[in-house]
Protein backbone atom coordinates (compact mmCIF):
# COMPACT_ATOMS: atom_id res chain seq x y z
CA UNK A 1 0.00 0.00 0.00
CA UNK A 2 1.36 3.56 -0.71
CA UNK A 3 0.17 7.03 1.34
CA UNK A 4 0.21 9.48 -0.60
CA UNK A 5 0.27 13.33 1.48
CA UNK A 6 -0.65 16.28 -0.61
CA UNK A 7 -0.89 20.03 0.80
CA UNK A 8 -3.23 22.83 -0.53
CA UNK A 9 -3.37 26.69 -0.23
CA UNK A 10 -7.13 27.11 1.44
CA UNK A 11 -7.73 30.08 -0.05
CA UNK A 12 -6.61 28.75 -3.36
CA UNK A 13 -8.21 25.39 -3.36
CA UNK A 14 -11.50 26.28 -1.72
CA UNK A 15 -13.80 29.27 -4.00
CA UNK A 16 -15.52 30.49 -0.81
CA UNK A 17 -12.79 29.95 2.21
CA UNK A 18 -14.56 32.41 4.55
CA UNK A 19 -17.98 30.87 4.07
CA UNK A 20 -16.28 27.18 4.31
CA UNK A 21 -14.85 28.25 7.56
CA UNK A 22 -18.20 28.86 9.21
CA UNK A 23 -19.42 25.46 8.14
CA UNK A 24 -16.11 23.49 9.05
CA UNK A 25 -14.60 22.17 12.43
CA UNK A 26 -11.04 21.35 14.01
CA UNK A 27 -10.90 17.27 13.54
CA UNK A 28 -13.38 17.35 10.26
CA UNK A 29 -12.32 14.73 7.64
CA UNK A 30 -13.87 14.74 4.28
CA UNK A 31 -13.92 10.90 2.82
CA UNK A 32 -14.33 9.75 -0.57
CA UNK A 33 -13.38 6.16 -1.70
CA UNK A 34 -12.32 4.48 -5.03
CA UNK A 35 -13.75 0.43 -6.00
CA UNK A 36 -12.86 -1.56 -8.67
CA UNK A 37 -17.37 -1.78 -9.21
CA UNK A 38 -20.55 -1.01 -7.48
CA UNK A 39 -21.29 -4.64 -5.50
CA UNK A 40 -19.02 -4.83 -2.19
CA UNK A 41 -19.63 -8.53 -2.91
CA UNK A 42 -18.47 -8.50 -6.04
CA UNK A 43 -15.34 -5.61 -6.04
CA UNK A 44 -13.26 -4.41 -3.58
CA UNK A 45 -11.44 -0.64 -2.49
CA UNK A 46 -9.08 0.60 -5.24
CA UNK A 47 -8.06 3.71 -2.42
CA UNK A 48 -9.53 5.56 -0.16
CA UNK A 49 -8.41 9.65 0.68
CA UNK A 50 -9.54 11.72 3.78
CA UNK A 51 -9.57 15.40 3.79
CA UNK A 52 -8.97 18.05 6.37
CA UNK A 53 -7.30 21.20 7.31
CA UNK A 54 -4.28 21.26 9.30
CA UNK A 55 -2.51 23.82 10.64
CA UNK A 56 -5.04 26.59 7.86
CA UNK A 57 -4.07 24.37 4.92
CA UNK A 58 -6.10 21.58 3.59
CA UNK A 59 -4.08 17.71 3.87
CA UNK A 60 -5.25 15.03 1.69
CA UNK A 61 -4.34 11.44 2.24
CA UNK A 62 -4.68 8.88 -0.04
CA UNK A 63 -4.13 5.42 0.80
CA UNK A 64 -3.58 3.57 -2.79
CA UNK A 65 -4.04 -0.60 -3.09
CA UNK A 66 -0.58 -1.01 -4.94
CA UNK A 67 -1.95 -4.80 -5.45
CA UNK A 68 -4.68 -7.46 -4.66
CA UNK A 69 -3.81 -8.18 -1.37
CA UNK A 70 -3.59 -3.98 -0.04
CA UNK A 71 -7.42 -3.83 0.32
CA UNK A 72 -7.07 -4.60 3.91
CA UNK A 73 -4.28 -2.13 4.82
CA UNK A 74 -6.22 0.50 2.90
CA UNK A 75 -8.91 -0.38 5.25
CA UNK A 76 -7.41 0.01 8.55
CA UNK A 77 -5.41 3.14 7.43
CA UNK A 78 -8.89 5.21 6.67
CA UNK A 79 -10.63 3.87 9.52
CA UNK A 80 -8.15 5.25 11.39
CA UNK A 81 -8.50 8.66 9.97
CA UNK A 82 -12.51 7.79 10.78
CA UNK A 83 -11.58 7.02 14.79
CA UNK A 84 -9.86 9.90 15.10
CA UNK A 85 -12.17 12.82 13.21
CA UNK A 86 -14.12 14.94 15.15
CA UNK A 87 -16.66 14.64 12.23
CA UNK A 88 -16.87 12.46 9.28
CA UNK A 89 -18.20 14.19 6.05
CA UNK A 90 -19.06 12.29 2.90
CA UNK A 91 -21.10 13.06 -0.59
CA UNK A 92 -23.71 9.99 -0.97
CA UNK A 93 -21.82 8.19 1.68
CA UNK A 94 -25.31 6.80 3.21
CA UNK A 95 -25.91 5.20 0.19
CA UNK A 96 -22.36 4.13 -1.25
CA UNK A 97 -19.20 4.73 0.11
CA UNK A 98 -19.63 3.90 3.89
CA UNK A 99 -22.11 0.85 3.23
CA UNK A 100 -19.46 -0.43 0.84
CA UNK A 101 -16.53 0.09 3.33
CA UNK A 102 -18.42 -1.52 5.75
CA UNK A 103 -18.92 -4.08 3.71
CA UNK A 104 -15.95 -4.70 2.64
CA UNK A 105 -14.12 -3.95 6.34
CA UNK A 106 -16.52 -6.98 7.63
CA UNK A 107 -14.90 -9.51 4.76
CA UNK A 108 -11.71 -9.07 6.74
CA UNK A 109 -13.54 -9.22 10.14
CA UNK A 110 -13.49 -5.86 11.07
CA UNK A 111 -16.92 -5.00 12.95
CA UNK A 112 -18.11 -1.63 12.30
CA UNK A 113 -21.58 0.24 11.95
CA UNK A 114 -21.69 2.88 9.31
CA UNK A 115 -25.40 3.06 8.67
CA UNK A 116 -26.49 5.54 11.06
CA UNK A 117 -25.48 9.32 11.74
CA UNK A 118 -22.79 8.01 14.28
CA UNK A 119 -19.88 5.80 12.76
CA UNK A 120 -18.90 2.93 15.33
CA UNK A 121 -15.56 1.02 14.55
CA UNK A 122 -13.94 -0.85 17.72
CA UNK A 123 -15.05 0.82 20.32
CA UNK A 124 -14.79 4.64 18.90
CA UNK A 125 -18.00 6.60 17.72
CA UNK A 126 -17.78 9.55 15.41
CA UNK A 127 -20.59 11.70 13.87
CA UNK A 128 -21.43 11.18 10.36
CA UNK A 129 -22.94 13.41 7.91
CA UNK A 130 -23.66 12.63 4.68
CA UNK A 131 -23.60 16.63 3.13
CA UNK A 132 -26.01 14.96 -0.53
CA UNK A 133 -28.61 13.68 2.27
CA UNK A 134 -28.73 16.87 4.02
CA UNK A 135 -29.12 19.34 1.19
CA UNK A 136 -32.21 16.94 -0.28
CA UNK A 137 -35.20 19.53 0.75
CA UNK A 138 -33.38 21.78 -1.59
CA UNK A 139 -32.97 19.57 -4.64
CA UNK A 140 -35.90 20.20 -6.69
CA UNK A 141 -34.53 24.40 -6.52
CA UNK A 142 -31.14 23.07 -7.80
CA UNK A 143 -29.60 23.42 -11.61
CA UNK A 144 -31.35 20.35 -13.16
CA UNK A 145 -32.03 19.42 -9.41
CA UNK A 146 -28.98 17.84 -9.77
CA UNK A 147 -27.22 16.62 -6.38
CA UNK A 148 -23.72 14.98 -8.96
CA UNK A 149 -20.53 16.23 -6.90
CA UNK A 150 -19.46 17.24 -10.18
CA UNK A 151 -21.80 19.39 -12.16
CA UNK A 152 -22.61 21.48 -8.55
CA UNK A 153 -18.84 21.97 -8.62
CA UNK A 154 -19.51 23.64 -12.21
CA UNK A 155 -22.43 25.29 -10.97
CA UNK A 156 -20.19 27.30 -8.20
CA UNK A 157 -17.30 28.04 -10.65
CA UNK A 158 -15.03 25.33 -10.23
CA UNK A 159 -14.47 23.27 -13.49
CA UNK A 160 -12.10 20.06 -13.53
CA UNK A 161 -7.94 21.90 -13.09
CA UNK A 162 -7.25 19.35 -15.41
CA UNK A 163 -9.70 17.96 -18.27
CA UNK A 164 -8.13 14.57 -18.27
CA UNK A 165 -8.79 13.59 -14.82
CA UNK A 166 -10.45 10.47 -15.32
CA UNK A 167 -14.44 9.89 -14.56
CA UNK A 168 -15.50 6.72 -12.01
CA UNK A 169 -15.55 4.05 -14.95
CA UNK A 170 -12.42 5.42 -16.69
CA UNK A 171 -10.46 4.32 -12.95
CA UNK A 172 -11.11 1.35 -12.88
CA UNK A 173 -9.48 0.91 -16.40
CA UNK A 174 -6.78 2.65 -15.62
CA UNK A 175 -6.45 0.46 -12.24
CA UNK A 176 -6.53 -3.00 -13.75
CA UNK A 177 -3.72 -1.39 -16.26
CA UNK A 178 -2.04 -0.02 -13.28
CA UNK A 179 -2.14 -3.63 -12.26
CA UNK A 180 -1.12 -5.27 -15.18
CA UNK A 181 1.88 -3.09 -16.10
CA UNK A 182 2.97 -1.74 -12.47
CA UNK A 183 3.52 2.34 -14.25
CA UNK A 184 3.15 5.09 -12.04
CA UNK A 185 1.64 6.89 -14.99
CA UNK A 186 -1.86 4.82 -14.51
CA UNK A 187 -1.78 5.23 -10.49
CA UNK A 188 -1.48 9.03 -10.92
CA UNK A 189 -5.06 9.98 -12.39
CA UNK A 190 -6.95 7.85 -10.11
CA UNK A 191 -5.36 9.84 -7.27
CA UNK A 192 -5.74 13.07 -8.91
CA UNK A 193 -9.62 11.85 -9.17
CA UNK A 194 -10.00 11.23 -5.67
CA UNK A 195 -8.41 14.02 -4.28
CA UNK A 196 -10.45 16.30 -6.92
CA UNK A 197 -13.98 14.68 -5.30
CA UNK A 198 -12.13 15.26 -1.47
CA UNK A 199 -11.84 19.19 -2.04
CA UNK A 200 -14.85 18.70 -4.43
CA UNK A 201 -17.20 18.15 -1.17
CA UNK A 202 -14.89 20.38 0.98
CA UNK A 203 -16.45 23.22 -1.61
CA UNK A 204 -19.83 22.00 -1.72
CA UNK A 205 -20.10 22.75 2.06
CA UNK A 206 -21.05 26.00 1.57
CA UNK A 207 -24.47 24.95 0.24
CA UNK A 208 -25.61 24.37 3.29
CA UNK A 209 -26.54 28.10 2.51
CA UNK A 210 -28.99 26.80 0.31
CA UNK A 211 -31.15 25.47 3.68
CA UNK A 212 -31.77 28.57 5.06
CA UNK A 213 -33.39 29.75 2.08
CA UNK A 214 -37.01 29.88 3.39
CA UNK A 215 -35.71 32.46 6.03
CA UNK A 216 -34.52 35.36 3.15
CA UNK A 217 -35.46 38.46 2.95
CA UNK A 218 -35.22 39.71 -0.46
CA UNK A 219 -35.34 43.82 -0.66
CA UNK A 220 -36.54 44.97 -4.27
CA UNK A 221 -34.37 47.50 -5.98
CA UNK A 222 -35.89 47.76 -9.04
CA UNK A 223 -39.40 46.88 -10.84
CA UNK A 224 -39.90 47.03 -14.81
CA UNK A 225 -43.33 47.23 -16.32
CA UNK A 226 -44.06 45.71 -19.45
CA UNK A 227 -47.33 45.10 -21.54
CA UNK A 228 -48.30 41.39 -19.39
CA UNK A 229 -45.23 41.25 -17.25
CA UNK A 230 -44.04 42.63 -13.96
CA UNK A 231 -40.23 42.15 -13.50
CA UNK A 232 -38.71 42.83 -9.74
CA UNK A 233 -34.86 42.59 -9.05
CA UNK A 234 -33.07 43.21 -5.89
CA UNK A 235 -30.39 42.09 -3.45
CA UNK A 236 -30.84 39.44 -0.57
CA UNK A 237 -29.39 38.57 2.88
CA UNK A 238 -28.47 35.61 1.79
CA UNK A 239 -25.83 34.20 -0.38
CA UNK A 240 -26.24 31.64 -2.20
CA UNK A 241 -23.36 29.94 -4.13
CA UNK A 242 -25.41 28.41 -6.87
CA UNK A 243 -28.74 29.81 -8.89
CA UNK A 244 -32.12 28.49 -6.79
CA UNK A 245 -34.89 28.68 -8.87
CA UNK A 246 -38.85 28.64 -7.76
CA UNK A 247 -41.60 28.56 -10.62
CA UNK A 248 -45.18 28.65 -10.45
CA UNK A 249 -47.80 29.18 -13.13
CA UNK A 250 -47.10 32.70 -13.82
CA UNK A 251 -44.63 33.04 -11.17
CA UNK A 252 -40.54 32.59 -11.87
CA UNK A 253 -38.34 33.47 -8.78
CA UNK A 254 -34.48 32.67 -8.80
CA UNK A 255 -31.60 33.61 -6.63
CA UNK A 256 -27.97 33.25 -7.29
CA UNK A 257 -24.89 35.02 -4.85
CA UNK A 258 -27.25 37.62 -2.65
CA UNK A 259 -29.46 38.50 -5.83
CA UNK A 260 -32.49 37.68 -7.11
CA UNK A 261 -34.84 38.43 -9.88
CA UNK A 262 -38.81 37.28 -10.46
CA UNK A 263 -41.27 37.61 -12.92
CA UNK A 264 -44.87 37.61 -12.87
CA UNK A 265 -47.66 37.51 -15.36
CA UNK A 266 -50.09 40.35 -15.28
CA UNK A 267 -53.58 40.87 -16.49
CA UNK A 268 -54.64 44.48 -15.98
CA UNK A 269 -52.22 45.02 -13.32
CA UNK A 270 -53.03 41.53 -11.50
CA UNK A 271 -50.74 39.10 -10.33
CA UNK A 272 -51.40 35.40 -8.95
CA UNK A 273 -51.21 35.07 -5.31
CA UNK A 274 -50.68 31.58 -4.52
CA UNK A 275 -51.75 29.94 -0.87
CA UNK A 276 -49.06 27.92 0.84
CA UNK A 277 -51.44 24.99 1.74
CA UNK A 278 -53.35 24.06 -1.27
CA UNK A 279 -55.17 20.62 0.96
CA UNK A 280 -57.03 23.42 3.00
CA UNK A 281 -58.40 25.15 0.29
CA UNK A 282 -61.28 23.78 -2.18
CA UNK A 283 -62.32 26.01 -5.36
CA UNK A 284 -66.14 27.33 -6.10
CA UNK A 285 -67.25 26.00 -9.54
CA UNK A 286 -69.64 28.59 -9.88
CA UNK A 287 -67.17 31.65 -10.00
CA UNK A 288 -63.94 30.10 -9.19
CA UNK A 289 -62.94 31.38 -5.65
CA UNK A 290 -60.94 30.11 -3.18
CA UNK A 291 -62.76 29.35 -0.46
CA UNK A 292 -61.26 27.46 3.25
CA UNK A 293 -61.86 23.43 2.87
CA UNK A 294 -63.96 23.64 6.43
CA UNK A 295 -66.61 25.94 4.58
CA UNK A 296 -67.36 23.46 1.82
CA UNK A 297 -68.90 20.94 4.66
CA UNK A 298 -72.39 22.85 4.29
CA UNK A 299 -72.36 22.85 0.13
CA UNK A 300 -73.24 20.30 -2.19
CA UNK A 301 -70.07 18.07 -3.31
CA UNK A 302 -70.30 18.97 -6.87
CA UNK A 303 -70.16 22.77 -6.26
CA UNK A 304 -66.29 22.75 -5.65
CA UNK A 305 -63.29 21.04 -6.88
CA UNK A 306 -59.86 20.31 -5.21
CA UNK A 307 -56.96 22.29 -5.89
CA UNK A 308 -53.25 21.53 -6.30
CA UNK A 309 -50.05 23.70 -5.53
CA UNK A 310 -49.84 25.12 -9.16
CA UNK A 311 -53.39 25.87 -9.27
CA UNK A 312 -54.41 26.97 -5.79
CA UNK A 313 -54.13 31.17 -5.89
CA UNK A 314 -56.09 33.99 -6.62
CA UNK A 315 -55.80 37.10 -8.78
CA UNK A 316 -54.64 40.52 -6.85
CA UNK A 317 -54.47 43.61 -8.02
CA UNK A 318 -51.47 45.38 -7.07
CA UNK A 319 -51.40 48.52 -5.31
CA UNK A 320 -50.87 51.65 -7.06
CA UNK A 321 -48.62 53.74 -4.87
CA UNK A 322 -45.04 52.13 -5.83
CA UNK A 323 -43.44 52.10 -2.28
CA UNK A 324 -46.75 50.13 -1.03
CA UNK A 325 -46.39 47.82 -3.95
CA UNK A 326 -42.96 47.23 -3.23
CA UNK A 327 -43.51 46.59 0.07
CA UNK A 328 -46.36 43.89 -0.75
CA UNK A 329 -44.21 42.02 -3.46
CA UNK A 330 -41.41 41.97 -1.41
CA UNK A 331 -43.65 40.17 1.67
CA UNK A 332 -45.38 37.90 -0.79
CA UNK A 333 -41.89 36.90 -2.30
CA UNK A 334 -41.11 35.88 1.14
CA UNK A 335 -44.08 33.49 1.10
CA UNK A 336 -43.23 32.31 -2.45
CA UNK A 337 -39.58 30.64 -1.15
CA UNK A 338 -42.03 29.15 1.97
CA UNK A 339 -44.18 26.82 -0.29
Not at 15 to 41: A, C, H, M, W
Not at 182 to 208: F, Q, W
Not at 292 to 312: F, G, M, Q
Amino acid sequence: MEKIVKTFDINKQIKYPDDFRKYSKDGDVYLTIETTGLSPDRHRIISATAGKVVDGKIETLTFFSENDNDELAVIEHIIQEIKNASRLITWNGESFDLRFLQHRAETFAIKADFNSSFVKIQGSTTPSYDLSAMLRPVKRLLPDESLSVYSLLEDIGLCLSDETLPDGRTVVTLYKTYLATDEKKYAEPIIDHSVYKVTGIMNLTILLNCLKINKVRPVIEDMTQEKNLLTVSGKTDLFTPVKLSFSLPGTRLSFIGKSFTCSFDTIEDRIRIYYPDPASYVRLKENGSLIPKELSRSLPADSYEKVTRENCYTMSKLPEDPEKRKKQLENYLMQVVRM
